[in-house]
């Protein structure tokens, strides 16, 4: 069991870190989730949003970043 206490602190420190920088840095964030691909609709009642194009590049990052890691860990 100690391996998976250490993977749930390293993702709740991750989770901290990723939510700090979006905390201090969510004004300059506006951009995400407003990329040409993403799609809104908007009726009278129904709204409904699929960030295609954002989500996407999130997990081109995400793959980059775990493949990195992967490489030098």
Known sequence: MQPIGKYIVIVGVILVVVGLLVWFA???LN???NL???VRVE???VKIFAPFTTMLLLSILLSL????FRKFF
């Open 26 to 28: 969510g004004d300059k």
């Open 31 to 33: 951009w995400f989730g």
């Open 36 to 38: 040409p691909g993403d």
């Open 43 to 45: 009726k009278k009642n």
């Open 65 to 68: 970043l775990m493949w990195l």
